[in-house]
């Protein structure tokens, strides 16, 4: 872990970018690959620019209770479905990369990222890619707005438009439409390189 995280103003959140959502299993899609060169880019820039670089990784049991909500387990433990595409693990030795585990469709319910993110006190830009657009990558962005609206910090959450992405798009587009709204609505910039 980093040890001192008030040093860093700025934050990229790279989410769920994990085999069982990109390579194999239930809720993978092929198609999400397609926003990993972009993906690079930014992780790249970030870590030029001396920004935090926080990978998510959802990672279940096998009797996880958000099992039930979604048509198979997914992502469990030990599987290789939980694990950051090799397309991006070689970025997570940079100095200033953290990985959290989450267990929940966000990753501000992670105990781990939830301290992390307290402790990171000086941050002042979030900028948020990654998979699922209207369920991972909307339910944690939501969360991380609240809670810098609780505790009264005025930071900039930026979700890249042309590096998030979700399975069956041409089937969800409605959902990845209305959480594109919602999170304008609460102030979350949408943006996307020209």
Do not use: W
């Not at 979604?70 to 090799?86: I, K, M, N, Q, T």
């Not at 990558?137 to 979700?159: C, E, H, K, S, T």
């Amino acid at each position: 872990m980093i040890k001192n995280l008030q040093c860093y103003n700025g934050m990229l959140i790279v989410v769920d970018m994990v085999n069982g959502f990109v390579k194999k299993g239930v809720l993978h899609d092929n198609k999400i690959g397609n926003i990993i060169p972009r993906q690079i880019e930014l992780i790249k820039e970030s870590h030029q620019n001396g920004n935090l670089i926080v990978f998510i990784k959802d990672t279940h049991e096998k009797d996880s209770i958000e099992h039930k909500r979604f048509p198979a387990p997914h992502c469990v433990r030990g599987s290789g479905e939980e694990l950051v595409v090799d397309e991006l693990s070689e970025y997570l030795g940079l100095d200033n990369t953290v990985l959290i585990e989450k267990n929940s469709t966000s990753f501000m319910e992670a105990p781990a990222f939830r301290k992390f993110v307290r402790d990171a006190n000086n941050i002042k830009n979030v900028d948020i890619v990654g998979c699922c657009t209207d369920i991972c990558v909307f339910n944690g962005a939501m969360g991380l707005a609240n809670y810098y609206d609780q505790v009264n910090r005025d930071v900039n959450i930026r979700v890249h438009q042309d590096a998030v992405a979700t399975y069956a798009e041409d089937v969800r587009k409605n959902y990845i439409d209305a959480a594109y709204l919602l999170m304008e609505q609460q102030g979350i910039k949408l943006v996307k390189k020209r």
